[in-house]
């Protein structure tokens, strides 16, 4: 079985993405990892040169700057990542820039390639979330948040990323089969100094929305404040990934959060019921495959 990695990035440094702990957390289970890397105004090209030579492979591109809607230019530059991918590859693990898998999980996830790797009707492996926000003590407990995604494809030409990068579809924009397993992602989107924060909020918004839309409903100011933005969250029990053990620790910036400032609203609480009753209450960008 022949498994890549894949990723994209640019401007890692100065918006502080922990890529290197993203692509140092699969390359146990892949035979390499493939990184589009963004024309950068930082040292990101030389940030992944650095990490595992050997089983780092890069390919330089540019961002389409002109695309503005909905994050296609995310996609796009995952698609070609995805295409740089050998067609021998068995699977394809996906791993954006602010997203960590842990350790103990690989082995589950190396096992449920080798299990479905010749079974046709799985097109990928579906993994849960845990979204961090604010600090690295804390997760989102609110339906806002995606609970699962697909992050691991089979090396299949008619798959292809699909609207902001975020999950995956297949010839004439038909989901993807896939299997659910026991294993998650942590994504550290929303866990960074806020001031690089700050700047993320000011320049990934721009592959949404137009500059009269950034005007109104992007704050000026130099720090982003995350107590002003305060989601519903829960604590965070378990261990981070080894990789994230020296990030972790320099946490340098204060989060304070108060639950009796937040009220979920009926909606919410609804959700929060159906779930807990064995229903999905979320869009789903896949389908389900029993066996």
Not at 84 to 109: C, M, N, P, R, S
Not at 151 to 169: E, P, W
Not at 200 to 219: A, C, L
Request: aromatic share 14%; hydrophobic share 35%; glycine share 6%.
């Amino acid at each position: 079985m022949k498994v890549a990695g894949f990723t994209f990035v640019k401007n890692a440094i100065i918006y502080d993405y922990p890529i290197v702990e993203a692509i140092r957390s699969i390359l146990p289970i892949c035979d390499y990892v493939l990184v589009a890397v963004g024309k950068s105004e930082d040292d990101t090209l030389q940030l992944i040169q650095s990490i595992a030579p050997g089983k780092v492979r890069i390919i330089e591109t540019e961002w389409d700057e002109s695309l503005r809607e909905g994050g296609r230019v995310l996609a796009l530059e995952t698609d070609k990542a995805f295409a740089a991918i050998e067609t021998d590859v068995d699977w394809a693990f996906y791993i954006q820039g602010d997203e960590v898998v842990h350790e103990k999980y690989l082995e589950t996830i190396r096992d449920a390639m080798i299990r479905y790797k010749n079974v046709p009707a799985v097109d990928g492996l579906l993994f849960g979330y845990k979204h961090f926000y604010g600090s690295y003590d804390y997760v989102g407990a609110s339906s806002s948040w995606y609970a699962n995604e697909i992050r691991v494809v089979k090396r299949n030409a008619g798959i292809y990323s699909y609207k902001d990068a975020q999950g995956f579809r297949k010839n004439d924009n038909q989901k993807l089969n896939v299997i659910p397993i026991d294993a998650y992602i942590f994504h550290y989107g929303w866990v960074k100094k806020p001031d690089a924060m700050q700047k993320k909020q000011e320049n990934f918004n721009r592959y949404w929305h137009d500059d009269s839309w950034m005007d109104e409903n992007i704050e000026k100011t130099e720090q982003y404040d995350y107590e002003k933005h305060l989601r519903v969250l829960e604590p965070f029990k378990d261990t981070h990934p080894k990789v994230m053990k020296e990030r972790v620790e320099r946490l340098n910036w204060r989060f304070q959060y108060d639950s009796s400032k937040i009220n979920p609203g009926f909606k919410e609480k609804l959700k929060r019921v159906l779930k807990k009753m064995g229903f999905q209450p979320n869009y789903a960008n896949y389908k389900i495959v029993k066996l």
